[in-house]
């Protein structure tokens, strides 16, 4: 397996009700092209996974909001699920270290309802974007031009819609992460 994502470290940040295979396919997909890849939650305690239609498995946390610092990480992964971003989206200290990556023009990932923690970091005006399509308007709103495509790439930011997109949205954020810095990215 290509060990492209040697000495990266990426940060995925996610709470109880996120959407398993949108935290497990990522994390797997980054580990096997070398990365280290953190849990971050906004707790220590383990985070609950949302599977599809009832509650899966508890998965470790690494590092609570309080302990992980976002320079250390050269990549962020936002999985959706719908309660996962509803809840990160009102947790001042979940979208202080997502704007972070934007200052510094990392690359970020974010799938189907993860996009809700993007536009309430106020990171979305003037990108063009996929997400979940009942998300679709509030991407919009927030000055974001919306696509329904399984991956989009807008300066290091890679988005998708749905677990379907998974293998898209995988294969695009490797690439990203290995490409490294965006100089070009929106702050």
């Keep these: ?11 995925i940040l996610a709470t109880d009700g996120f959407e398993e295979s949108e935290l ?3 994390r797997k997909a980054m580990q096997e092209a070398g990365a ?11 985070i609950r996974a949302w599977a599809k239609t009832d509650w899966g ?22 999985p959706g699920g719908l309660f996962n971003p509803d809840n990160l989206r009102q947790d001042e200290k979940a979208l202080t270290f997502t704007r972070h990556f934007f200052e510094a023009h990392k690359p970020v990932g974010a799938i189907c309802h993860g996009p809700w923690v993007l536009i309430n970091a106020g990171v979305v005006q003037g990108r063009t974007m ?25 300066s ?22 290995c490409e490294g810095k965006h100089t070009n990215q929106h702050a």
């Design 24 to 26: 497990s396919e990522p």
């Design 57 to 78: 498995d508890t998965y470790d946390v690494d590092k609570s909001l309080d302990e992980a610092n976002p320079a250390d990480y050269h990549a962020l992964v936002l």
């Design 36 to 46: 280290t890849v953190h849990i971050v939650a906004p707790g220590k305690e383990g």
């Design 130 to 154: 996929t997400s979940f399509p009942s998300v679709s308007q509030d991407l919009k709103n927030a000055g974001a031009e919306w696509v329904d495509k399984e991956v989009v790439v807008d």
């Design 1 to 11: 397996m290509s060990q492209q994502l040697n000495g990266k470290q990426v940060a």
């Design 156 to 177: 290091g930011l890679v988005t998708s819609r749905t677990p379907k997109d998974l293998d898209a949205f995988c294969s695009k954020l490797v690439e990203e992460i």
